[in-house]
């Protein structure tokens, strides 16, 4: 008998409205490129290349902005959203249960929030990308650039494992292209192709990983995988008792580890930051690591949670001791590395290894927790922050490869008499990846620990006070690096050719990014309750056995016989 | 069914082919060989796919996808990577005439 599928409900296409925009707009660009702008000169046809693209952003920017008052007024107002989208509509985005495509995306404030965060960061990655020459073919860039935001904007909608592995095939084979994309220099090429050599091995393993756990568990959904997971552990507990659970997770967990920097499988971050042309590499720093965090967190937090410390050992047989330990090798060894570094690139490179470290001190912590989600909610809120810190200080970067051709530290030299305002922004950045208060980084550091700290009185505690130790002492050994930034701008004399005016391609992104940093650092409530709020529909089971709006005869228990 | 080969020896064939391709990753230096180990790891995952779907009972609330529907979307997302791969060691070979990934650098530290 042929596997039947339970219908599809058209009315979610609506909720990849911006990823499906975004995705045509790609499209768009490419060929207005190649058919329009062929007759134009290299620099007109960066700027009209480079508008086109940011119309198709702020398109899909509108989209999802849209999108999310539609949702949050779901959940005060559902009688208007009725009146206003008439019944069909109007109940489909009332209704309670956000999981759309069979199950295999969720949807809903949470995701509208991180599709509105993906464009805004877009749309400042694109100004900066058409700020400088560093390739001729601005189309094909652009467009990478855009479908690897799709692939991210899925990415963190997954609801299921073969979806993440889709999403995050289209985001990294986008970024591996994009990296070598400045041609005239041979880093550029060889960054591309250590990312690629690096990254697709990753992807390898984790599938592997994932081909174990459809095996084991017979399905790829995080609820269903964790309902089974649970039921599992009472007889065979943790990695421990099962050999093909273990390596599955394991598996997965150094997928992750390569795509988000940690420790032990860093060796492609430094050198595909540092050759990849200034706006990738700030792409790569901020989106795609904001985007497989959320992937490792609903991954671990979600479906694997039943095996995160099954005993109250203190490294007991589950993946947290795992995460622990990589927390701890990572923070340290991207600092102590990053005191060594010259390039400016590259030292932002090792600093955002080092900060992968603290965010997983918050998923050990959201593990742990008691409340799963305030935790999560902190880590969330320090990954915004983290990624306009390092937005802002790439804009920098693409700014000295444009007029000083090179991208060193004792490039700045000079820069806080020359530039005094910018140079300011980035003393401010650079003070926020400290974690000096009030900068915003000093919050999401804050909020992080404190969760760690604030657990009930369980021995797995102990290894969360470690965590924290650890990494109250890498935030001062940081200070060190950063601070050799800020010497350079105030206390050097200016050395090589000046720097030209920044142009607002250049400006923009810098000084929003440190009015973000500085605002909510601030007034960092409103965002942590913003985030908190976004991060209990993603960690908690959500299911499509019960779909409101499908026909009744419609079950899994049907699709399941239709299989066999 | 039951004369079938057992599912066990799948399993250990999928392993095996991956160890294969890791083993290929680590120590090739050529790297159109190291995309070819790769490629192996990936097709020892859809043996995995595949085998499973064949013998293991679907769980209740899996949702509609199947092991070869996987293995399918694998196998496209296998072949766009292969093209990007080869792309991008073209380039490389284009600046250093030679194909062998350890003598790609330029960076370190």
């Given at each position: ?14 909720r ?26 290299a ?6 290349v ?12 509108a ?41 295999s ?75 070598a ?37 017979g ?25 093909a ?8 967990l ?43 967190m ?8 039943p ?13 947290m ?27 932002l ?44 200080a ?40 400290i ?8 919050f ?16 797995t ?13 890498n ?6 690096y ?10 050097r004399?200016?050395?090589g ?15 929003l ?24 529909p ?27 | 069914?039951n ?29 159109i ?22 013998y ?37 070979y ?16």
């Open positions: 008998m042929p596997p039947t599928a339970p219908p599809l409900d058209f009315r979610d296409f609506w990849i409205a911006p990823a499906a925009t975004l995705a045509f707009w790609g499209l768009v660009v490419v060929l207005a490129d190649l058919g329009l702008a062929r007759r134009l000169d620099e007109a046809r960066r700027r009209a480079g508008r086109l693209a940011l119309a198709g952003v702020g398109l899909a920017l989209a999802a902005v849209v999108l999310f008052w539609l949702d949050s007024l779901a959940a005060v107002d559902p009688e208007r959203l009725r009146e206003m989208l008439g019944t069909s509509l109007g109940d489909y985005f009332a209704r309670e249960d956000a999981v759309i495509f069979l199950g995306l969720a949807a809903g404030v949470s995701v509208d929030i991180f599709n509105v965060l993906y464009l805004a960061l877009l749309a400042l990655v694109i100004l900066l990308a058409t700020s400088y020459r560093f390739t001729e073919d601005w189309g094909e860039c652009l467009a990478l650039l855009i479908w690897a935001t799709v692939g991210m904007m899925f990415l963190s909608a997954a609801e299921e494992l073969v979806t993440l592995f889709l999403s995050l095939e289209m985001m990294t084979i986008c970024l591996y292209l994009s990296t994309f400045e041609k005239s220099r041979r880093r550029s090429v060889e960054a591309g192709l250590k990312y690629f050599i690096y990254g697709s091995v990753s992807s390898a393993l984790f599938l592997y990983g994932l081909s174990l756990v459809y095996g084991l568990a399905t790829t959904r995080f609820d269903a995988i964790e309902r089974i997971l649970a039921g599992a552990s009472s007889t065979a507990p943790g990695l421990v008792g099962n050999l659970g273990a390596s599955a997770l394991l598996l997965m150094v997928g992750f580890g390569f795509k988000i920097a940690a420790a032990p499988f860093h060796q492609w971050a430094p050198d595909a930051y540092e050759g990849a042309p200034a706006p990738v590499a700030a792409w790569i720093v901020t989106g795609s690591k904001i985007a497989s965090i959320i992937a490792l609903k991954v671990f937090l979600h479906a694997a949670r095996w995160s410390f099954p005993s109250d050992d203190i490294m007991g047989p589950g993946w001791g795992v995460i622990a330990i990589v927390s701890a090798v990572t923070m340290t060894y991207g600092n102590l590395a990053a005191l060594v570094q010259t390039n400016f690139k590259r030292l490179a090792y600093s955002s290894i080092a900060h992968g470290g603290y965010i997983l001190v918050g998923l050990a912590a959201a593990t742990v927790s008691v409340n799963g989600s305030a935790a999560a909610g902190a880590l969330l809120y320090y990954l915004v922050i983290y990624a306009f810190s390092n937005l802002g790439f804009a920098v970067a693409a700014w000295l490869a444009r007029d000083r051709s090179a991208d060193e530290i004792e490039d700045l030299n000079g820069m806080g008499a020359e530039r005094p305002l910018l140079a300011l922004c980035l003393a401010f950045l650079m003070l926020s990846l974690g000096v208060p009030p900068f915003g980084g000093f999401g550091k804050l909020y992080i620990f404190m969760e760690a700290l604030n657990q009930g009185p369980s021995r505690r102990i290894i969360l006070v470690w965590l924290v130790a650890l990494g109250l002492l935030s001062a050994i940081s200070a060190f950063y601070v050799r930034v800020l010497k350079a701008m105030y206390l004399p200016r050395s050719t000046g720097l030209k005016s920044a142009e607002p391609a250049v400006a923009a992104p810098i000084l990014s440190t009015a973000v940093v500085v605002i909510f650092g601030l007034f960092p409530q409103p965002l942590v309750d913003l985030m908190k709020s976004a991060a209990g993603m960690l908690t089971a959500s299911s499509f056995d019960a779909p409101v709006a499908a026909p009744p005869a419609v079950s899994t228990t049907t699709s399941n016989a239709a299989l066999e | 069914m004369n079938d080969i057992p599912l066990n020896w799948f399993l250990y064939f999928a392993a095996a082919s991956f160890a294969i391709g890791l083993v290929g990753v680590m120590l090739r230096r050529n790297a060989a190291v995309l070819m180990a790769i490629e192996i790891i990936l097709n020892a995952a859809n043996v995995n796919l595949v085998a499973f779907w064949r293991g009972p679907p769980a209740p609330g899996s949702g509609p996808l199947p092991g070869v529907i996987l293995a399918i979307l694998v196998i496209t997302v296998a072949a766009a990577e292969v093209a990007v791969g080869i792309g991008l060691i073209l380039l490389c284009r600046r250093w005439r030679v194909a062998d990934v350890d003598r790609y650098d330029t960076m370190s530290g």
